[in-house]
């Protein structure tokens, strides 16, 4: 009987064995192939969540409120319409950041993706967002806590020209010139250049 149990069970090593060979030479053709990812900033390609990538803050999207909550609130708001898969879009992600972590406790950072936005509904209240949506991205509005707007820009700028008009929403003085804010130029997370 021991010789029976002995003889099984070095069969099952060796088939073991063979099999964990046998899936290391698949998955090595399989995967010896592969090309190492290629996100760029330069380009219109979806390399995935943009804010995390170039901008260095994943925690932008998903929006935590909405226009409409905002507002009931009392708290002004700024809407961001983007794609993923812009290069505008992917550059203006630092700008962002930026913007949240001066101004995220006194205003509502909301990005929203251009993708989900409903294409047949005409009609949007002012307390959606899309109702403020252009057709370009990035698009930036900011909106008073009584609904006015009070800034809306379409494409690419810097971040003192934001942070100006955000001053001016929450009726902050204007940023003293001694105040160097990171060049918003450079990338946090440049993967390849």
Known sequence: MRNWLKKY???????????CISLSLVLGILLGNAQPVQ???TDDTYDGNIFALYG???SIVPPRISLAQSLQSGRPAM???YVDDSSDCKKFSPILN?????YGKNLSLIAIPVDSLDPQKKNYAPTEEAYYYKGTVPQTVLIAADGKVSFDREGIFGFEELDSAIRGLLDLPAAPPELKFRKTDKVINELNP
């Open 56 to 58: 260095g803050n994943g």
């Open 9 to 19: 069970f070095n069969l099952g090593i060796c088939v073991a064995i063979a099999g």
């Open 79 to 81: 809407i961001v319409f």
């Open 98 to 102: 930026l913007a949240q972590g001066f």
């Open 39 to 41: 996100a760029k900033l």
